[in-house]
């Protein structure tokens, strides 16, 4: 399987601006996951797609599965945003193939 | 449920000795996965499991490294003999479906240094 490519590797953000990573994945998928790990290291678990749009809070994810590419947003950024956002592909097979991931720092 | 819960949360060993990492899922979670995270090769899967049964272990490293679900609410990741080039964060993980890894939840990771 192809790897999960992911963009931007670092982002840096003002307080209250609207951020976008990026995901893209070669082959097909059964589902597209967006993980958050924290500086203290745990990983938590923020969406599950298989298509369309879900929203939590401030967070928003999306998937468009002909284009094989999915989008995280955080709108209205805030400071306890600062994590790395993970990227990953989930295949039929329970094989799972992970983003490099993005390291996100907003700044007060 | 508290969880995925795993332990020990650092381990500091040395090179050459057994390591046991530890692993309790989510109650009723059918599945569980072991990953290793290190700075150059990020989150990788070593090993998953489907009611209790290892289904690829073909992300195990080498034969140094083996896994174990003796029943629904346990597993262990053992490393004998562990080298310096085995530390690195390792989590478990557990679904509650097998298929696109409904209700995926991670355990806080075991931190683990060989010296």
């Known amino acids: 399987k192809n790897e999960v490519e992911q963009s931007p590797q670092n982002l840096t953000a003002q307080e209250g601006e609207f951020i976008t990573i990026n995901c893209s994945y070669s082959v097909g998928i059964s589902a597209l996951h967006w993980l958050q790990q924290h500086p203290g290291g745990g990983i938590v678990s923020l969406f599950m797609?298989?298509?369309g749009k879900k929203k939590h809070g401030r967070l928003i994810a999306t998937i468009n599965i002909q284009e094989k590419h999915s989008s995280l947003h955080i709108t209205a950024s805030h400071p306890r945003d600062s994590a790395v956002y993970i990227c990953a592909a989930a295949y039929n097979n329970n094989d799972m193939r992970f983003g490099a991931g993005t390291r996100l720092t907003v700044k007060p | 449920d508290a969880g995925v819960i795993q332990s020990p949360r650092h381990e500091v060993t040395e090179m050459g000795q057994e390591v046991t990492l530890r692993c309790k899922p989510i109650s009723g979670h059918n599945s569980l996965f072991w990953y290793r995270q290190t700075m150059m090769r990020g989150l990788e899967l070593l090993i998953y499991f489907n009611n209790n049964v290892p289904i690829d272990d073909s992300g195990m490293p080498e034969d140094r490294f083996s896994a174990k679900m003796p029943n629904a609410s346990f597993s262990t990741l053992k490393i004998q003999p562990s080298e310096p080039r085995d530390s690195a964060v390792y989590f478990c993980a557990s679904s509650l479906s097998s298929l696109n890894f409904y209700g995926y939840t991670f355990g806080s990771g075991t931190r683990l240094t060989v010296v």
């Open positions: 797609l298989s298509s």
